[in-house]
Structure formats: C-alpha cells, structure tokens
C-alpha cells in the first residue's frame, strides 16, 4: 500500500541554524503534499503545502520542495527560533481523498 | 483554528466497555477523518466520511466503526474497547476532495485500563 516515511525522526539545532526534514513516498499518483506542526499536547497544524505541479514554495521562514521524479519532498526552515520546537508532519495524497502521514519528526531548536 | 470540537477531551474506561467519540463541526465541510496517533506512528486513518452517511475504512479500521447522520457530527464507536485503543484520537474535516486541506481537532485522549 501507500507509504510515506519521514527522516530524521529527531533533530537537534542551535537557534539561527537551518534544519532539513525530508520525505519520501511510494504512490506515483500523489499531487497533494502538506506538512503539519504539532506542539506538545496541541493538534496538528497545517503550515505549508505543496501541490505536484510546483517544484518549490516559501512562507516566510519556511519552505517546501518537491522532487517527483524521485518521490521525496522536504520542509526547510530558516534562521531557526525557539519557539520552532515541535513535531513537524509530512503527508502525501492517497486516491482521491485521503491523507498518508510519515511518522514525524522532533524538532528541537537550543537558545 | 475552524470550527471543530471534540467530546470528551479526555476519558478512561475498562476493557470490554463500549466507547463512544464525538466530532462536532461548523464548517459545513464534506469530508471528516478519524485518526489516532501513537508514538512512532505518526497519525494512522482509522475511517472517514464523504458524506452524510457515506464511510469507508482507514488503515487501522479494526475494532472501530463509525456513523454520521448530519453533516456537522461524526461519531466513532469502540464497540468492545481494549488496551491497544489507549490512544490520542483526532478528528479532521476538509473542504471537499479538489483542495485535500485537512484541519483538526482538538484531540481525546482515550485510556482502557
């Protein structure tokens, strides 16, 4: 079935630094590409999305990437801040209505 | 945050109970999810809804069944719970199929003792 995985599951930076996550998924089909933030005992929240027929997209300090041909999409984010620390989600389409989730990632971003 | 609500926020019950969650939207929205999330699994589709009456099954649809008779409610029922359902579960909605956005809930965590 579908499948999305999510690298690193932890990441540790100094404020101001940059940070990387990357996905990859299985589903040749998939247009759709959000990701979410999710801070400690809150719900997910979407902060960026790409769809397949844009390569890049930025948001202020964040942006996202889409490579199709290999199947992968990152969340980059600059000059990071404290208040970035999260869990930060990826997801791809699935069919027509549906969402599949990497396993997220624990950004972790030190004064 | 849009319009969603979740009853109970939090609940714990004994295995073999029946569990009922509410998902309550003001969105009008089409589509509604049921969710939960565990350490190292990220969110997992337990079964979703495009419709008044319209379900199908997620990934993890075992042991779960849900219903919805208004737009606004979606209902996900733990007929026998277990302790493998102990679990944060979040309800999300989204506009209709085109745009895939998809906003949650705020979450309820469910203990089975």
């Known amino acids: 079935g579908e499948n999305v995985e999510q690298h690193p599951s932890t990441l540790s930076v100094q404020e101001g630094d940059s940070a990387v996550i990357k996905c990859t998924y299985s589903?040749?089909?998939?247009?759709?590409f959000p990701w979410y933030k999710q801070e400690l005992g809150k719900r997910p929240q979407l902060i960026i999305d790409?769809?397949?027929?844009?390569g890049e997209k930025k948001d202020q300090r964040i942006a996202v990437t889409l490579n199709k041909t290999a199947k992968h999409f990152s969340l980059h984010i600059t000059e990071t801040q404290p208040e970035d620390s999260a869990v930060y989600f990826c997801a791809a389409s699935a069919g027509t209505d549906k969402l599949i989730f990497g396993t997220g990632t624990r950004l972790q971003v030190f004064p | 945050d849009a319009g969603i609500t979740q009853s109970p926020r939090h609940k714990v019950t004994e295995t073999g109970t029946p569990v009922t969650l509410r998902c309550h939207q003001t969105?009008?929205?089409?589509?509604m999810y049921w969710y939960r999330q565990d350490p190292g699994h990220g969110l997992r589709l337990i079964h979703y809804s495009y419709g008044v009456k319209d379900t199908d099954k997620g990934e993890v649809s075992d042991g779960y069944s849900v219903s919805r008779s208004k737009t606004e409610d979606f209902l996900l029922t733990l007929e026998s719970a277990t302790s493998s359902q102990t679990s944060v579960y979040f309800c999300a909605i989204s506009r209709d199929r085109i745009s895939y956005e998809q906003y949650f809930g705020p979450g309820t965590r469910l203990t089975v003792t």
């Open positions: 969105e009008n929205h089409r589509y």
């Open positions: 589903d040749s089909a998939s247009n759709y």
């Open positions: 790409i769809r397949s027929n844009v």
